[in-house]
């Protein structure tokens, strides 16, 4: 059983930057991929962004291209997605999750993570 604890999140203001980090309880991480979803109330959970096992492939939902970067230190058994120009539609509750499945990386369905987090909120004000 692996946890993951999600931090970084917070109210920062439109174009400005924010770092999400996950944290994996124990030295397994290396063994996931892992994804980054968001929430906003009254939608449904939405892909963002994975990496592969090694880090060595991401994938990033068209509506962060370009302003997210998912990243995986395996030897600190951390992931992160670093957040940059930052827009009020970003605003959400995001998650990490973890998935044992290999194979293609990019979006999955969140009903197949095998672990979650329990999020961090995100505030872009306008």
């Known amino acids: 059983q692996v946890q993951l604890v999600e931090s970084g999140g917070g109210l920062v203001q439109a174009g400005g930057s924010l770092r999400l980090s996950c944290a994996a309880s124990?030295?397994?991480?290396?063994?996931?991929?892992i994804l980054w979803f968001r929430q906003s109330p009254g939608k449904e959970r939405e892909f963002v962004a994975a990496?592969?096992?090694?880090?060595?492939?991401?994938y990033h939902a068209d509506s962060v291209k370009g302003r997210f970067t998912i990243s995986r230190d395996n030897a600190k058994d951390m992931a992160y997605l670093q957040m940059n120009s930052l827009k009020a539609e970003d605003t959400a509750v995001y998650y990490c999750?973890?998935?044992?499945?290999?194979?293609?990386?990019?979006?999955?369905?969140?009903?197949?993570?095998?672990?979650w987090g329990k999020g961090t909120l995100v505030t872009v004000s306008s």
């Open positions: 999750a973890a998935d044992t499945r290999a194979g293609a990386i990019g979006p999955r369905d969140p009903h197949d993570m095998d672990y």
């Open positions: 990496i592969s096992q090694s880090g060595g492939r991401t």
């Open positions: 124990e030295r397994t991480l290396a063994r996931y991929v």
